[in-house]
C-alpha cells in the first residue's frame, strides 16, 4: 500500500487517529508527573490541505471534505469532537495568520505539542529527508523537545525506557513496505520489553484486501497487556472502497479512557459513512 500523506490530509482516518492521540495524551496527564512521547513516524508535521487536489500528474478528489469536513458542519458533536476540532481550529488560523497559502492542518506532532505540558518531554522521528526537513520547520522545539531524522523503529530501542518511567509511544508507519506489520510487531515487543507499563498506540489502515493487520487479530494469543483498538471503517467489507477503516491498537492504555471514546466513535460511524456497513468500535483485545 502506498500512502502518501499529504493527499489524505483531514480524512476519516486522520480524524480517528488524531482525536484518540489526543484523547491519550489527555488521559497521561491525569497525573501531574510529567511523561515521554515518542512518534516513530512523525511526517512532514502540518499539511496544505490545497495539496489534497493535486496528484503526481492528475487532479484528485479530496479527501478532507469527507473527514474533517463533515464535522465541521455537524451538529450535536460529542465533547471529544468539540475539543478535537478547537484544535484544529487554533492550529490553522495560527498558519492563516503567518500568510500561508491554503488551508493548513495539522499532523500529529503539530497537533500534539500544544497539549504538552512543561514537563512532559517528547522525540519525533522522521526518516525521508524531504518531509524531516518539513517536520523541523513546522515544530518549533523548546526544552525537552528533539526532532531527528531517525528510524523510528530504530529509536524505540534508543530511547526505551524512558526516565520518565511514564511513556507514549505513536508508531504510525505508512505501510509501503510489504512486511511492514512485521516491522511494527517487531518494535512493540522490543519496547514492552524495555518498558513493560509504557502506552503504545499504532495506527493501521484497514483494507479490502486484507482487512486488519496480523497484529491486531493475534494480539490476545500473543499475551499482550491490556489492549483495545478504536476502529473507524466508512463501508462494509462488501464496499467497493479501497482503503475502508482504520484504526490505533493501544496498549497498556490510560484508565477509564475507553468509556468516553466508545461513544464518540459510535457518533463518528454515523456522520462519516460513506457506504452500508460503517462502523466507529472500540473493542477490547486483551481485557484489563
Known amino acids: 500500500m502506498n500512502y502518501r500523506h499529504h493527499y489524505h490530509a483531514g480524512n476519516f482516518a486522520d480524524v480517528v487517529k488524531h482525536m484518540t492521540l489526543l484523547a491519550l495524551v489527555e488521559g497521561m496527564q491525569r497525573k501531574e508527573k510529567g511523561f515521554?512521547?515518542?512518534?516513530?513516524?512523525?511526517?512532514?508535521?502540518?499539511?496544505?490541505?490545497?495539496e489534497a487536489d493535486r496528484g503526481d500528474t492528475l487532479a484528485r478528489q479530496p479527501e478532507w471534505p469527507d473527514g474533517i469536513g463533515r464535522l465541521q458542519a455537524a451538529s450535536d458533536r460529542p465533547e471529544l469532537v468539540e475539543r478535537y476540532l478547537r484544535v484544529v481550529q487554533r492550529f490553522t488560523e495560527a498558519e492563516a495568520a503567518k500568510a500561508m497559502d491554503g488551508i493548513s492542518y495539522p499532523g500529529s506532532p503539530c497537533l500534539v505539542a500544544p497539549r504538552l505540558r512543561e514537563q512532559d518531554r517528547a522525540?519525533?522521528?522522521?526518516?525521508?529527508?524531504?518531509?524531516?526537513?518539513?517536520l523541523r520547520d513546522a515544530v518549533v522545539c523548546r526544552r525537552g523537545w528533539r526532532v531527528e531524522?531517525?528510524?523510528?523503529?530504530?529509536?524505540?530501542?534508543?530511547?526505551?525506557?524512558?526516565?520518565?518511567?511514564r511513556a507514549l509511544i505513536i508508531i504510525d508507519p505508512p505501510y509501503e513496505a510489504e512486511n511492514e506489520s512485521d516491522l511494527v510487531w517487531t518494535a512493540l515487543r522490543e519496547g514492552l520489553r524495555r518498558a513493560p507499563a509504557a502506552t503504545f498506540a499504532i495506527w493501521y489502515p484497514i483494507t479490502a484486501r486484507v482487512g486488519e493487520p496480523v497484529f491486531v487479530r493475534d494480539a490476545k494469543a500473543a499475551g499482550l497487556p491490556p489492549t483495545w483498538t478504536a476502529e473507524l471503517t466508512v463501508g462494509g467489507a462488501d464496499a467497493e472502497i479501497k482503503m475502508r477503516g482504520a484504526g490505533l491498537m493501544v496498549v497498556n492504555p490510560p484508565w477509564q479512557l475507553d468509556q468516553e471514546l466508545h461513544p464518540t466513535l459510535k457518533w463518528l460511524g454515523l456522520q462519516l459513512a460513506q457506504a452500508r456497513g460503517a462502523e466507529g468500535s472500540l473493542r477490547w483485545l486483551v481485557p484489563e
Open 123 to 134: 522525540t519525533w522521528c522522521e526518516l525521508q529527508p524531504g518531509e524531516f526537513d518539513l
Open 149 to 165: 531524522e531517525r528510524d523510528g523503529y530504530e529509536a524505540i530501542r534508543g530511547c526505551l525506557p524512558a526516565m520518565e518511567r
Open 36 to 50: 515521554f512521547l515518542l512518534d516513530t513516524h512523525a511526517g512532514r508535521g502540518a499539511y496544505n490541505l490545497a
